[in-house]
């Protein structure tokens, strides 16, 4: 199993940036395909962006232009870049990591808060 913990978030102005990091407890961590998530109050899960351990990747359309994923395998990391950031991106962002290789497998961080508020 991988556990995953999120750190970064915190409360930010409209505009304002933030970089949200995940850090995997699995050597090999390559194998997953890493994402964000989000989840703010009264509403579904969401996904944000995801990116696979060659590189590609997949954003949802409110957040194209302004959020960037990135992973660093030797670190078993993977990064949240988020620029100019709207009240609507406020939520719980949770990192996930999803292996489809010799079985399926889908693991969760617990969380961390982004509130953007003036």
């Known amino acids: 199993q991988v556990q995953l913990v999120e750190s970064g978030g915190g409360l930010v102005q409209p505009g304002g940036s933030l970089r949200l990091s995940c850090t995997a407890s699995r050597s090999t961590f390559s194998i997953y395909t890493m994402g964000w998530y989000r989840q703010a109050p009264g509403k579904q899960r969401e996904l944000v962006a995801t990116?696979?351990?060659?590189?590609?990747?997949n954003y949802a359309d409110s957040v194209k232009g302004r959020f960037t994923i990135s992973r660093e395998n030797a670190k078993n990391t993977v990064d949240l870049q988020m620029n100019n950031l709207k009240p609507e991106d406020t939520a719980v962002y949770y990192c996930n990591a999803r292996r489809t290789i010799h079985f399926t497998a889908n693991y969760w961080g617990q969380g961390t808060q982004v509130t953007v508020s003036s």
């Open positions: 990116i696979t351990s060659g590189g590609s990747t």
